[in-house]
């Protein structure tokens, strides 16, 4: 989202394609009816179709997909980490 915003672009950027990635995966494909250029990052989960995915596993998701590179993950060693705690 970095991008689209013209703000400074690091490694928070490919976590948060990363999450967008496992949230596709998981989903079987993005939950929005009309493809964008600019998703808006938690409301994703919140367009997603009823699911029994575990709250932790959907907080981790959100926190990964926060449009606030300072509210998401800061690192892959923690998205892993909790993403394997939550799965």
């Known amino acids: 989202p970095e991008q689209w915003l013209t703000a400074d672009v690091d490694h928070r950027s490919d976590l948060y394609s990363l999450g967008l990635l496992a949230v596709t995966m ?27 995915w575990p709250d932790e596993l959907k907080d981790t998701l959100r926190k990964s997909l926060q449009l606030d590179t300072h509210r998401r993950f800061q690192s892959a060693p923690e998205f892993s980490t909790a993403l394997v705690a939550a799965i």
């Open 26 to 52: 998981l989903a079987g494909g993005l939950p929005l009816d009309k493809p964008t250029v600019m998703i808006s990052g938690p409301k994703i989960l919140d367009e997603l179709p009823a699911n029994d």
